[in-house]
T-cell receptor
Protein backbone atom coordinates (compact mmCIF):
# COMPACT_ATOMS: atom_id res chain seq x y z
CA UNK A 1 0.00 0.00 0.00
CA UNK A 2 0.98 3.67 0.10
CA UNK A 3 0.59 6.33 2.76
CA UNK A 4 -0.16 9.72 1.28
CA UNK A 5 -0.39 13.06 3.03
CA UNK A 6 -1.67 16.36 1.71
CA UNK A 7 -1.18 19.90 2.91
CA UNK A 8 -3.18 21.90 3.67
CA UNK A 9 -6.14 19.76 4.67
CA UNK A 10 -8.45 22.70 4.08
CA UNK A 11 -8.29 26.38 3.27
CA UNK A 12 -10.53 29.35 2.67
CA UNK A 13 -9.19 31.71 0.04
CA UNK A 14 -10.15 34.98 -1.59
CA UNK A 15 -11.10 35.29 -5.21
CA UNK A 16 -8.12 36.05 -7.46
CA UNK A 17 -5.49 34.46 -5.24
CA UNK A 18 -3.59 31.19 -5.73
CA UNK A 19 -3.13 28.16 -3.50
CA UNK A 20 -0.49 25.46 -3.73
CA UNK A 21 -1.40 22.00 -2.49
CA UNK A 22 1.32 19.54 -1.52
CA UNK A 23 1.21 15.78 -1.84
CA UNK A 24 3.78 13.56 -0.12
CA UNK A 25 4.06 9.78 -0.51
CA UNK A 26 5.89 7.43 1.84
CA UNK A 27 7.64 5.58 -1.02
CA UNK A 28 8.86 6.24 -4.53
CA UNK A 29 6.21 6.04 -7.23
CA UNK A 30 6.32 6.72 -10.94
CA UNK A 31 2.81 7.99 -11.55
CA UNK A 32 0.94 10.55 -9.48
CA UNK A 33 -2.48 11.91 -10.28
CA UNK A 34 -4.47 14.96 -9.27
CA UNK A 35 -8.27 14.80 -9.07
CA UNK A 36 -10.98 17.33 -8.34
CA UNK A 37 -14.25 16.55 -6.58
CA UNK A 38 -16.75 19.35 -6.86
CA UNK A 39 -19.54 19.58 -4.26
CA UNK A 40 -21.92 16.66 -4.57
CA UNK A 41 -20.02 15.26 -7.55
CA UNK A 42 -17.69 12.40 -8.22
CA UNK A 43 -13.99 12.66 -8.98
CA UNK A 44 -12.59 14.09 -12.20
CA UNK A 45 -8.97 13.65 -13.23
CA UNK A 46 -7.11 16.94 -13.64
CA UNK A 47 -3.70 15.69 -14.73
CA UNK A 48 -1.10 12.97 -14.52
CA UNK A 49 2.29 13.95 -13.11
CA UNK A 50 5.35 11.84 -13.86
CA UNK A 51 8.74 12.73 -12.47
CA UNK A 52 11.03 14.34 -14.98
CA UNK A 53 8.40 15.26 -17.51
CA UNK A 54 5.63 17.79 -18.00
CA UNK A 55 2.27 16.94 -16.53
CA UNK A 56 -0.39 15.63 -18.89
CA UNK A 57 -3.67 17.50 -18.55
CA UNK A 58 -7.16 16.17 -19.22
CA UNK A 59 -9.63 17.94 -21.45
CA UNK A 60 -10.95 21.04 -19.75
CA UNK A 61 -7.90 21.59 -17.56
CA UNK A 62 -4.94 23.80 -18.54
CA UNK A 63 -1.48 24.34 -17.17
CA UNK A 64 -1.95 28.07 -16.65
CA UNK A 65 -4.82 27.41 -14.27
CA UNK A 66 -3.45 24.26 -12.59
CA UNK A 67 0.36 24.24 -12.75
CA UNK A 68 1.86 21.05 -11.38
CA UNK A 69 5.35 20.27 -10.18
CA UNK A 70 6.90 16.83 -9.69
CA UNK A 71 10.43 17.40 -8.45
CA UNK A 72 11.05 13.83 -7.26
CA UNK A 73 9.46 10.40 -6.93
CA UNK A 74 7.73 11.08 -3.60
CA UNK A 75 6.38 14.61 -3.93
CA UNK A 76 4.13 16.75 -6.12
CA UNK A 77 2.35 20.07 -5.91
CA UNK A 78 -0.80 21.37 -7.58
CA UNK A 79 -1.44 25.11 -7.72
CA UNK A 80 -4.92 26.47 -8.24
CA UNK A 81 -4.35 29.87 -9.83
CA UNK A 82 -6.46 33.01 -9.97
CA UNK A 83 -9.20 31.28 -8.00
CA UNK A 84 -12.92 31.87 -8.36
CA UNK A 85 -15.80 30.44 -6.31
CA UNK A 86 -16.22 27.75 -9.00
CA UNK A 87 -12.85 26.32 -7.90
CA UNK A 88 -14.32 25.40 -4.50
CA UNK A 89 -13.78 21.64 -4.41
CA UNK A 90 -11.89 18.86 -2.75
CA UNK A 91 -8.56 18.25 -4.48
CA UNK A 92 -7.06 14.79 -4.11
CA UNK A 93 -3.78 13.29 -5.17
CA UNK A 94 -3.31 9.62 -5.84
CA UNK A 95 -0.52 7.24 -6.73
CA UNK A 96 -0.38 3.97 -8.55
CA UNK A 97 1.58 1.26 -6.84
CA UNK A 98 2.23 -2.45 -6.75
CA UNK A 99 2.05 -5.25 -9.25
CA UNK A 100 -1.70 -4.78 -9.59
CA UNK A 101 -1.43 -1.01 -10.25
CA UNK A 102 -3.76 -0.24 -7.38
CA UNK A 103 -4.41 3.44 -6.87
CA UNK A 104 -4.18 4.94 -3.42
CA UNK A 105 -5.55 8.34 -2.50
CA UNK A 106 -4.55 11.07 -0.14
CA UNK A 107 -7.04 12.52 2.36
CA UNK A 108 -7.81 15.49 0.13
CA UNK A 109 -7.63 19.28 0.43
CA UNK A 110 -10.96 21.02 0.89
CA UNK A 111 -10.81 24.42 -0.79
CA UNK A 112 -13.40 27.16 -0.37
CA UNK A 113 -13.10 30.29 -2.48
CA UNK A 114 -15.02 33.36 -1.37
CA UNK B 1 -15.28 8.30 -24.01
CA UNK B 2 -15.77 6.10 -20.97
CA UNK B 3 -18.96 6.73 -19.01
CA UNK B 4 -19.66 5.06 -15.70
CA UNK B 5 -23.09 4.67 -14.11
CA UNK B 6 -23.78 3.41 -10.62
CA UNK B 7 -27.15 2.17 -9.49
CA UNK B 8 -28.75 2.83 -7.08
CA UNK B 9 -27.62 6.37 -6.23
CA UNK B 10 -28.61 5.83 -2.61
CA UNK B 11 -29.54 2.83 -0.52
CA UNK B 12 -30.76 2.46 3.05
CA UNK B 13 -30.90 -0.99 4.63
CA UNK B 14 -31.22 -2.48 8.09
CA UNK B 15 -28.16 -3.99 9.67
CA UNK B 16 -27.42 -7.57 8.67
CA UNK B 17 -28.76 -7.43 5.13
CA UNK B 18 -26.78 -8.63 2.16
CA UNK B 19 -26.70 -6.07 -0.63
CA UNK B 20 -25.48 -5.51 -4.17
CA UNK B 21 -24.16 -2.31 -5.69
CA UNK B 22 -24.11 -2.06 -9.46
CA UNK B 23 -21.69 -0.37 -11.82
CA UNK B 24 -21.88 -0.21 -15.60
CA UNK B 25 -19.37 1.26 -18.05
CA UNK B 26 -19.60 1.99 -21.76
CA UNK B 27 -16.09 1.10 -22.97
CA UNK B 28 -15.23 -2.52 -22.27
CA UNK B 29 -11.54 -2.02 -23.16
CA UNK B 30 -10.53 -1.56 -19.56
CA UNK B 31 -7.29 -2.53 -17.86
CA UNK B 32 -8.77 -3.07 -14.42
CA UNK B 33 -11.59 -1.86 -12.20
CA UNK B 34 -11.39 -0.60 -8.65
CA UNK B 35 -14.02 -0.18 -6.00
CA UNK B 36 -13.46 2.56 -3.43
CA UNK B 37 -15.15 3.71 -0.27
CA UNK B 38 -15.42 7.39 0.64
CA UNK B 39 -16.53 8.54 4.07
CA UNK B 40 -18.00 12.08 4.33
CA UNK B 41 -15.31 14.74 3.98
CA UNK B 42 -12.58 12.12 3.59
CA UNK B 43 -10.38 10.69 0.89
CA UNK B 44 -10.88 7.38 -0.87
CA UNK B 45 -10.07 3.94 0.51
CA UNK B 46 -9.35 1.22 -2.01
CA UNK B 47 -11.55 -1.82 -1.36
CA UNK B 48 -10.95 -4.20 -4.24
CA UNK B 49 -9.21 -4.20 -7.60
CA UNK B 50 -10.19 -6.63 -10.36
CA UNK B 51 -7.87 -7.12 -13.31
CA UNK B 52 -9.51 -7.24 -16.72
CA UNK B 53 -8.67 -10.96 -16.97
CA UNK B 54 -10.36 -11.78 -13.66
CA UNK B 55 -14.00 -12.46 -12.90
CA UNK B 56 -14.08 -11.62 -9.22
CA UNK B 57 -12.15 -10.62 -6.12
CA UNK B 58 -13.00 -11.13 -2.47
CA UNK B 59 -11.91 -9.38 0.70
CA UNK B 60 -13.67 -10.29 3.91
CA UNK B 61 -17.38 -9.52 3.55
CA UNK B 62 -16.85 -7.88 0.18
CA UNK B 63 -16.97 -9.57 -3.19
CA UNK B 64 -16.59 -7.75 -6.48
CA UNK B 65 -17.38 -9.31 -9.83
CA UNK B 66 -16.52 -8.14 -13.32
CA UNK B 67 -18.19 -8.93 -16.63
CA UNK B 68 -16.00 -6.98 -18.98
CA UNK B 69 -17.82 -7.93 -22.18
CA UNK B 70 -21.13 -6.59 -20.92
CA UNK B 71 -19.53 -3.61 -19.17
CA UNK B 72 -20.72 -4.46 -15.68
CA UNK B 73 -19.33 -4.87 -12.21
CA UNK B 74 -21.08 -5.55 -8.93
CA UNK B 75 -19.98 -5.12 -5.34
CA UNK B 76 -21.59 -7.55 -2.94
CA UNK B 77 -21.56 -6.70 0.76
CA UNK B 78 -22.49 -9.53 3.11
CA UNK B 79 -24.05 -9.04 6.53
CA UNK B 80 -23.97 -5.26 6.37
CA UNK B 81 -22.99 -3.25 9.45
CA UNK B 82 -23.52 0.40 10.41
CA UNK B 83 -19.80 0.93 9.88
CA UNK B 84 -20.32 0.13 6.20
CA UNK B 85 -22.23 3.39 5.80
CA UNK B 86 -20.33 5.42 3.19
CA UNK B 87 -20.30 6.27 -0.50
CA UNK B 88 -19.03 3.49 -2.73
CA UNK B 89 -17.34 4.44 -5.99
CA UNK B 90 -16.59 2.29 -9.00
CA UNK B 91 -13.70 3.27 -11.29
CA UNK B 92 -12.59 1.40 -14.40
CA UNK B 93 -8.98 2.02 -15.37
CA UNK B 94 -7.73 2.45 -18.92
CA UNK B 95 -4.53 0.72 -19.95
CA UNK B 96 -1.11 1.83 -18.84
CA UNK B 97 -2.12 5.46 -18.39
CA UNK B 98 -3.43 4.76 -14.91
CA UNK B 99 -6.44 6.96 -15.55
CA UNK B 100 -9.55 6.14 -13.55
CA UNK B 101 -13.01 7.23 -14.60
CA UNK B 102 -15.37 7.44 -11.66
CA UNK B 103 -19.05 6.82 -11.37
CA UNK B 104 -21.26 9.10 -9.27
CA UNK B 105 -21.27 6.59 -6.45
CA UNK B 106 -23.83 4.79 -4.33
CA UNK B 107 -24.42 6.29 -0.89
CA UNK B 108 -25.16 3.51 1.55
CA UNK B 109 -26.76 3.88 4.94
CA UNK B 110 -26.92 0.83 7.20
CA UNK B 111 -29.30 1.34 10.10
CA UNK B 112 -28.65 -0.34 13.46
Amino acid sequence: SAVISQKPSRDICQRGTSLTIQCQVDSQVTMMFWYRQQPGQSLTLIATANQGSEATYESGFVIDKFPISRPNLTFSTLTVSNMSPEDSSIYLCSVEKGSTDTQYFGPGTRLTVL
Amino acid sequence: KQEVTQIPAALSVPEGENLVLNCSFTDSAIYNLQWFRQDPGKGLTSLLLIQSSQREQTSGRLNASLDKSSGRSTLYIAASQPGDSATYLCAPGSGNTGKLIFGQGTTLQVKP
